[in-house]
């Protein structure tokens, strides 16, 4: 699995805005150090062996904790491996493997939709753009981005889920009341070759320290950057 400090090439990458207060280049440096000491090894959560594996993951990590699917996923791999296999597996049986996910049904048919999908469209291999990816069933714009960082260190986005969406919003690089806009906020003002990792550091810093219910500020080394009118402790 590629470590979470991987990226794209350097060539043709976008540049942050330049932005005064909070947005200010100085800040979201810092911020970007912060995290980078708390978190240097940070790396997707899902296990996965290969690219179909992490796509059908995150499919089902939809409402779902990672390590609830870390727990289904060795079974359900083993029994369809490959997306040939999993195309031709009936949804009862999709189902009763991946039923402790939740909204199994649903998930069921997403991930037997991008099997035949992929061994259709695609010969069985998983597509590296954006815009193939948001064709497959179940795969939509977070779901395809977490593909393209973590397998291809692809960074055409940011992977906004629960944690990224809070403490992004938190420590005020974005006001978007949805994922969709907290992203684009997040591409305007982070270099792009810090697209994949900050998702990463994020994500372990939201289940670590930065909860949603009561932060840990006191051991957060990002608490002299926040403003956040929820903190529990000020230095």
Not at 106 to 126: C, H, P, R, Y
Not at 147 to 169: M, N, P, Q, W, Y
Not at 211 to 219: S, Y
Request: net charge positive; with cysteine.
């Amino acid at each position: 699995m590629p470590a979470a400090r991987t990226a794209t090439k350097k060539t043709n990458l976008k540049k942050p805005a330049l932005l005064r207060g909070d947005l200010a280049s100085e800040r979201i440096e810092a911020i970007l150090r912060g995290l980078d000491e708390a978190y240097p090894e940070a790396v997707c959560a899902l296990d996965h062996k290969s690219p179909w594996e992490l796509l059908i993951a995150t499919i089902l990590s939809a409402q779902c904790t990672d390590v609830r699917v870390n727990m289904v996923t060795p079974e359900l791999f083993r029994r369809f491996p490959t997306p040939q296999a999993m195309s031709k597996a009936t949804l009862p049986e999709l189902e009763e493997l991946i039923r402790t996910t939740g909204f199994f049904r649903n998930k069921a048919k997403s991930i037997q939709g991008a099997a035949k999908v992929i061994t259709e469209k695609f010969s069985g291999k998983v597509p590296q753009t954006l815009a193939e990816l948001i064709t497959i069933p179940g795969a939509a714009r977070k779901t395809a981005n977490v593909v393209l960082g973590v397998s291809f260190s692809k960074a055409e986005g940011v992977v906004v889920d629960t944690h990224v969406f809070r403490i992004s919003r938190r420590l005020s690089l974005a006001k978007g009341d949805t994922p969709q806009k907290v992203e684009q906020e997040l591409m305007r003002i982070l270099p792009q070759d810090r697209w994949i990792s900050y998702s990463h550091q994020i994500i372990h810093h939201g289940r670590k320290v930065c909860t949603a219910l009561k932060p840990k500020c006191r051991d957060c080394n990002l608490e002299p950057l926040c403003h956040s009118k929820d903190k529990t402790w000020h230095s």
